[in-house]
């Protein structure tokens, strides 16, 4: 009935372009972000005669691209060239083609996971060969490898700065933490292997999203002092680490324990990125910095600064302190190109340093002529506020995107400089963070790996463009692709996002059977919180339900009462007295039921000394974060919190039982 999504349109066309996005003119020098590397073919002989004389016509694009194995429909390619062609002749220059097929080779998911042979290359890349390893078929146990040799597969590459930046935050942020020692034992970052070998027992990780996201995981759940041969112990602290990145809204697609167990660098180090980033952009909000409403243009309400990505913000707050500056170069529009030359960052250190800074920041660096020179003088700039955060010249002069949006958000959190005077402080009651329930969903949608990334719900869903996605990953071949706006006219925006939101309605009560009474196509356009909320709650649902009814291998859909049914027949057949009579038992606020069900579904998991039975609320919230922590480590995919199950929340304890049945099936029964 439809192809895929993807097979339409580029993700982020027509949305608003993310900070880090340089366009195409830096894509070939970062393109190796992308770690899905082939050899550079489009440099090729029979390439290069096709641009003898000059720019090749749109009707040649398509051969050449499958020439060079990228493999894409003709519709698809009549969209995308549009926006490649610079000269709307209809013809692409070679530089042009590059970018078009540098852009398509960055999109181009190998959709598994992979093994790998790593050699350090003298380029600053280590680059590696890989063969198919895990499969993602949610009937596999996640403990199971199923290995097929496939000698034709693409080089994969990890940038050497980045590994090395990488090992040093890591060395600096979780330096005391008293099991892992790296003040005394750090990371060898010039070691190729150094970091993916700390990483291979899941402790690392596990401490590292606690420091992105405190009380993510209760560090009593977590398996300490054992050998490199116990791969069972090991492989369930990295079940618990990688669950609880999907919980805090990593993208954890194609990511299990043996990639990690193995150190396979480009998953290795993707995860750590985005554990890092949520880590870098937590406090980059109203609540707290309500300096940041300076940054709002006319017409704009501290409401917009949540629509808004990390690095949209973030380059907001850039050419803001640049505005009070003495600066009198152009806009930074990314962190790439437009920072390479270090005249915009030794402005902006010195509008944010303190004024009692000793000594104090000069714009000396600004009298050297030689990029890589100025570069490190600038970053001797930075010392002086201890705010270099790993950073070398070469990092700023090649424009690394994820190491100067790393470098830009430590400056913020360190300094933000956004005083703001009593009288322009938020109104009580005004709009300025998520709530628990909205970060709850934006967190699952985005460790499906959806794209584009989610920031705020009610305006990244109001085209109804992830919505329809989610419907096909719950249902696949639901949405009729052919129907759907992909792209938007400027004058006819509204109307073909509303058809989009409509068909989101009407596909929710056909085939989905959604409860979508009183839901409109203009409600989700307009960003109703209310009924936005409601269709993304019974999407999570029928999400989580849709991999029990696979695993079950049943026909007809999983209901509520099954769950309770699978549950209390595990309880008595592992002898617990607990009994499960509805996801509104009040009695489930001390997370006992659900530990025992856990330790039903593995034995002797639960270490039951560990549990408070003192009633209080603090007591309550310590057993929730135990049971979430062990849910995950035994492989539940859970993204409620602690409070849910405090609050006793019937829709996110439904999701909290599903989990562990689904986590049921997939045990390996002895």
């Known amino acids: ?92 220059s070679k530089e042009e083609f590059e970018a078009l097929y540098l852009k398509l080779l960055a999109e181009k998911d190998p959709g598994t996971t992979w093994n790998k042979n790593v050699r350090s290359m003298a380029a600053g890349v280590d680059r590696f060969v890989t063969r198919k390893s895990v499969s993602d078929d949610i009937d596999s146990n996640s403990s199971t490898v199923e290995k097929q040799q496939d ?55 596990c401490k590292l999203i606690n420091i992105a996201v405190p009380k993510t995981i209760d560090e009593r759940a977590i398996n300490l002092n054992f050998s490199k041969q116990d791969i069972f112990r090991q492989s369930e602290n990295l079940e618990l680490a990688i669950n609880s990145a999907r919980g805090i809204g990593c993208k954890v697609v194609n990511i299990h324990p043996e990639n990690i167990s193995k150190g396979v660098p480009h998953l290795v180090m993707g995860l750590l990125w985005q554990i890092i980033r949520i880590q870098l952009t937590s406090e980059i909000n109203l609540k707290h910095v309500p300096g940041l409403v300076l940054l709002l243009r006319d017409g704009e309400t501290p409401e917009d600064l949540l629509k808004l990505s990390p690095e949209e913000l973030l380059l907001r707050w850039f050419n803001y302190q640049l505005q009070r500056s003495q600066y009198k170069g152009k806009p930074v529009t990314n962190f790439s190109g437009d920072i390479k030359n270090s005249e915009a960052y030794t402005y902006l250190l010195n509008v944010i340093a303190p004024a009692n800074t000793k000594p104090p920041l000069t714009h000396n660096p600004l009298n050297e002529t030689d990029l890589r020179r100025r570069a490190e003088l600038m970053l001797q700039e930075s010392d002086k506020i201890k705010a270099r955060a790993h950073m070398t010249s070469d990092d700023v002069v090649k424009g690394n995107p994820r190491l100067n949006f790393a470098f830009v958000a430590n400056l913020f959190n360190t300094y933000p400089a956004l005083d703001l005077p009593t009288e322009k402080l938020p109104e009580p009651g005004i709009v300025i963070e998520e709530t628990r329930e909205e970060k709850t969903y934006r967190n699952f949608i985005n460790s499906l790996g959806i794209e584009p990334h989610v920031n705020y719900l009610y305006s990244d869903l109001c085209d109804g463009l992830i919505i329809l996605q989610l419907y096909d990953i719950i249902r696949p071949n639901t949405v009729d692709w052919a129907k759907i706006y992909k792209t938007f006219n400027a004058i006819k925006e509204r109307f073909q996002k509303l058809n ?38 019974q999407i999570m649902r029928a999400y989580t339900l849709s991999i029990l009814q696979k695993l079950a291998k049943s026909t007809k859909p999983i209901a509520d009462k099954d769950i309770i049914n ?57 057993n929730a974060l135990y049971a979430i922590s062990m849910a995950r480590k035994i492989g539940a995919r859970i993204y409620a919190l602690p409070d849910d199950i405090v609050e006793t929340k019937q829709k996110m304890l439904l999701t909290v039982f599903a989990c562990l049945m689904a986590s049921d099936m997939t045990v390996p029964k002895n």
């Open 500 to 537: 989009n939101c409509n068909y989101a309605v009407d596909y929710a009560k056909e085939p989905l059977n959604f409860k979508v009474t009183g839901i409109g196509g203009s409600d989700i356009l307009e960003g109703n919180k209310t009924l936005t909320l409601g269709l993304v709650w």
């Open 566 to 622: 699978w549950a209390n027949e595990k309880l008595k057949r592992a002898n617990k007295k607990t009994v499960l009579t509805n996801f509104q038992d009040q009695s489930l606020s001390d997370s006992m039921l659900i530990c025992d069900l856990i330790d039903a579904i593995k034995p002797g998991s639960i270490q039951y000394h560990l549990l408070k039975t003192s009633g209080t609320p603090e007591a309550k919230m310590d």
């Open 151 to 205: 000698a034709s597969g693409p080089y994969h590459s990890v940038l050497v700065e980045e590994r090395v930046w990488t090992a040093n935050w890591v060395n600096q942020h979780l330096a005391d933490d008293p099991y892992l020692k790296l003040r005394t034992n750090p990371i060898d970052s010039q070691d190729p292997q150094g970091l993916y070998k700390r990483c291979q027992d899941g402790i690392l990780l």
């Open 1 to 92: 009935m439809s192809s895929s999504f993807s097979a339409y349109r580029n993700p982020n066309t027509n949305r608003q372009n993310s900070g880090n996005d340089d366009g195409s003119k830096d894509l070939k020098s970062n393109i190796r972000e992308s770690r899905w590397i082939q050899p550079e073919q489009w440099q090729s002989p029979e390439v290069e005669q096709k641009f003898e004389k000059g720019a090749i016509d749109f009707s040649e694009v398509l051969g050449i691209l499958q020439q060079l194995g990228i493999k894409v429909q003709k519709f698809e390619l009549d969209k995308i060239l549009e926006t490649h062609d610079k000269n709307k002749d209809r013809k692409l």
